[in-house]
């Protein structure tokens, strides 16, 4: 079959997963729907998972079960992600990471969204996220006022949406300069383009497991400085005070992480130049109230002021 016949692509980057990549493939071979094509791009592995990859596109690749695998050598997964982007000529794409499952009729799931009458450019979802100390959450994803999800609760993350190949691309692809929140940044520049978008509703069919080594896996102080250039990306891309100034928000949480964890350095340089750009007395003291609560440790302070943003 022509690759063109494909009307969804999965890409998934792959780098260094020899243990643990088999759940992740195996999940992807007991997809329901046909045709599927499945792009994976070894982001230079120095272990057993080229192989590991090999011997999986032997025993499954079909007729209707078409399977490429790519290879990228700069570093990071924004670049391997563009480099499966570069090869996909299906409608529609969807990103999938190497420690994550899908259930059976997950793209399925998808697909029956996208032939929704109202052809959404975007189909989402919850997800099950399963993090280091065995504690599971729902990670929501919001078509209501999605800019502000995106920004604040990573809406917009790699599992939890599908979409129209050509408005990945109309929005520029991933930003190979972004090294966190790489995910949050391009649904933002997403976001600005308008889509048309529909959530699909019931239990979750993808699981994420948070590895040790993952980026947000054991804290943010570690990452620091990667999650700020994303915010400071996403700002950039952004063309009104409101929006921004959710931007600042956004950092002022940060900020209060990094105290939570300890890092007051972090925090306090954080959170001097979030306030240096707020001249507003009323949101300056929101700004202090949402540090104050993230900084120890209580949850739920970006909902808590929603209302006044």
């Given at each position: 079959?022509?690759?063109?016949?494909?009307?969804?692509?999965?890409?998934?980057?792959?780098?260094?997963?020899?243990?643990?990549?088999?759940?992740?493939?195996r999940?992807?071979?007991?997809?329901?729907?046909?045709?599927?094509?499945?792009?994976?791009?070894?982001?230079?592995?120095?272990?057993?998972?080229a192989?590991?990859?090999?011997?999986?596109?032997?025993?499954?690749?079909?007729?209707?079960?078409?399977?490429?695998?790519?290879?990228?050598?700069?570093?990071?997964?924004?670049?391997?992600?563009?480099?499966?982007?570069a090869?996909?000529?299906?409608?529609?794409?969807?990103?999938?990471?190497?420690?994550?499952?899908?259930?059976?009729?997950?793209?399925?799931?998808?697909?029956?969204?996208?032939?929704?009458?109202?052809?959404?450019?975007?189909?989402?979802?919850?997800?099950?996220?399963?993090?280091?100390?065995?504690?599971?959450?729902?990670?929501?994803?919001?078509?209501?006022?999605?800019?502000?999800?995106?920004?604040?609760?990573?809406?917009?993350?790699?599992?939890?949406?599908?979409?129209?190949?050509?408005?990945?691309?109309?929005?520029?692809?991933?930003?190979?300069?972004?090294?966190?929140?790489?995910?949050?940044?391009?649904?933002?520049?997403?976001?600005?383009?308008?889509?048309?978008?529909?959530?699909?509703?019931?239990?979750?069919?993808?699981?994420?497991?948070?590895?040790?080594?993952?980026?947000?896996?054991?804290?943010?102080?570690?990452?620091?400085?990667?999650?700020?250039?994303?915010?400071?990306?996403i700002?950039?891309?952004?063309?009104?005070?409101?929006?921004?100034?959710?931007?600042?928000?956004?950092?002022?949480?940060?900020?209060?992480?990094?105290?939570?964890?300890?890092?007051?350095?972090?925090?306090?340089?954080?959170?001097?130049?979030?306030?240096?750009?707020?001249?507003?007395?009323f949101?300056?003291?929101?700004?202090?109230?949402?540090?104050?609560?993230?900084?120890?440790r209580?949850?739920?302070?970006?909902?808590?002021?929603?209302?006044?943003?």
């Amino acid at each position: 079959m022509d690759n063109t016949q494909f009307p969804i692509t999965i890409i998934m980057p792959v780098y260094n997963r020899a243990a643990i990549v088999g759940r992740t493939l195996r999940s992807i071979a007991t997809q329901t729907f046909r045709p599927l094509r499945v792009i994976i791009v070894d982001n230079g592995s120095t272990d057993g998972t080229a192989t590991v990859v090999a011997d999986w596109k032997e025993e499954n690749e079909n007729a209707g079960f078409s399977i490429d695998i790519l290879h990228e050598s700069i570093p990071g997964a924004p670049a391997a992600r563009n480099r499966g982007l570069a090869e996909t000529t299906s409608e529609y794409v969807m990103f999938f990471d190497s420690d994550d499952i899908m259930h059976p009729t997950h793209v399925e799931r998808a697909m029956k969204g996208f032939r929704h009458p109202s052809r959404p450019d975007i189909v989402g979802w919850d997800a099950t996220i399963h993090d280091i100390h065995s504690h599971t959450r729902r990670a929501i994803f919001s078509a209501a006022s999605p800019l502000w999800h995106d920004i604040m609760n990573g809406g917009m993350a790699t599992q939890r949406y599908a979409a129209r190949t050509s408005i990945i691309r109309k929005a520029g692809g991933w930003n190979t300069s972004i090294h966190g929140w790489n995910d949050i940044e391009l649904g933002a520049r997403i976001l600005r383009l308008s889509p048309t978008m529909m959530k699909l509703r019931g239990a979750p069919t993808v699981e994420i497991f948070q590895q040790c080594e993952s980026i947000t896996g054991t804290g943010f102080t570690q990452g620091a400085g990667k999650w700020e250039a994303s915010l400071d990306a996403i700002e950039a891309t952004l063309d009104t005070a409101r929006h921004r100034r959710w931007v600042h928000l956004r950092r002022t949480h940060l900020a209060g992480l990094y105290a939570s964890e300890g890092s007051p350095a972090l925090s306090n340089k954080l959170m001097a130049s979030t306030l240096s750009t707020e001249r507003c007395p009323f949101y300056r003291m929101l700004f202090h109230a949402v540090y104050a609560l993230t900084s120890r440790r209580i949850r739920g302070a970006l909902v808590l002021f929603r209302p006044f943003f």
